[in-house]
């Protein structure tokens, strides 16, 4: 997959296949965060329902996990944010007509100047 390039954007922007690589494997990662998390979400709810005491304190566990988890995937997406501003940056140099971004990872926009 190295050295493939990706332009799937309208804009002609083309992402290195490494970088593709990236992206895809954390979403990967993300995903089986997601589906354990609907497992436990899942297991949250029958012990609720069931009113078993120790399966009511079993939850204090399984909501922690879930917290946790949440604040990978958190951290997964904030990772591939900053991977693909990084991308761009890297892509657009030389291309005067592409967007730049600002040292905090925002995109600036270019204004037009209307005319009349």
Known sequence: ME??????????????GKVLHTFQ?????VQDILDQNRLLINEIN???????????SRNVGL???????IRRVVDLYA???????????????GDSSAGTFKSDGKATSQKRIRSG
């Open 25 to 29: 494997k954390s979403f990967v990662q």
């Open 3 to 16: 050295g493939d390039v990706f332009s799937g954007f309208s804009n002609g922007t083309q992402i290195d």
């Open 63 to 69: 909501i922690k996990e879930l917290n946790s988890n």
């Open 79 to 93: 990772d591939l944010s900053t991977s693909y501003t990084r991308s761009m940056e890297v892509s657009s140099e």
């Open 46 to 56: 029958q012990n609720h329902e069931s009113k078993i005491p120790n399966n009511l």
